[in-house]
């Protein structure tokens, strides 16, 4: 026999697709596991030659998880149940952007890192460098080859792509005469050195 499993909004009625689908089948001790991924139907099959009572768990992203560890199929070929599942509140989504410095000499290097929590996983998540360049890196690097002041941008997207969270960080790139060091120390910071020690 085959039997369906349909998951449906318990508030709006509506199909819930892509429903993960496991049942857990005891025949004379021994234990057999069927399972399946919902498609746009909102529905999956499972077909089993097993007529006993099962361990039936329905994990939905967004919903309770349904379980009933004596779930009885319907008798006869493609029979199909609907199970309603209730909508869980899930936190906001939230984003956090990091990096490993955020001021220096050109040219320069950072390490910068994303986090998220909240939403549903997994997450997207999209860096704006400010300077015209961008990456999809969740914690990319990036060197900064002119000077100034970029403002950066974190942007996560999660799993729904409707929820969508933004951080940014300041990063300011200078060079030796903005930073206050003369050019000819660069040429040659020793002799810069003992001109600082005589003037004391």
């Known amino acids: 026999m085959t039997f369906c499993i349909g998951t449906k909004d318990i508030t709006t009625g509506e199909k819930i697709e892509y429903a993960s689908v496991v049942a857990r089948w005891f025949v004379h001790g021994k234990e057999y596991i069927d399972s399946c991924n919902g498609g746009w139907s909102g529905k999956c099959c499972l077909p089993t ?98 000077t100034g002041t970029y403002t950066v941008t974190l942007t996560v997207i999660d799993y729904t792509l409707e929820a969508s969270a933004t951080d940014t960080i300041s990063v300011t790139v200078t060079d030796t005469m903005e930073a206050g060091i003369p050019w000819w120390f660069i040429m040659f910071p020793l002799a810069y050195l003992a001109y600082k020690k005589l003037k004391k």
């Not at 349904?66 to 209730?86: A, M, N, Q, R, Y």
């Not at 939230?94 to 220096?104: F, I, L, P, Q």
Request: net charge negative.
């Open 49 to 146: 030659t097993w007529t006993y009572p099962c361990e039936l768990t329905i994990s939905v992203s967004g919903y309770r998880t349904f379980h009933d560890p004596e779930f009885d199929p319907p008798s006869g070929d493609w029979k199909t149940v609907w199970i309603d599942l209730e909508p869980v509140s899930m936190p906001s989504l939230e984003a956090v952007a990091s990096a490993n410095k955020t001021s220096g000499l050109v040219p320069l290097t950072v390490n910068f890192n994303g986090s998220a929590s909240g939403g549903v996983l997994p997450y997207t998540y999209h860096w704006d460098f400010g300077d015209g360049n961008a990456s999809s890196e969740q914690n990319p690097s990036h060197t900064y080859m002119a």
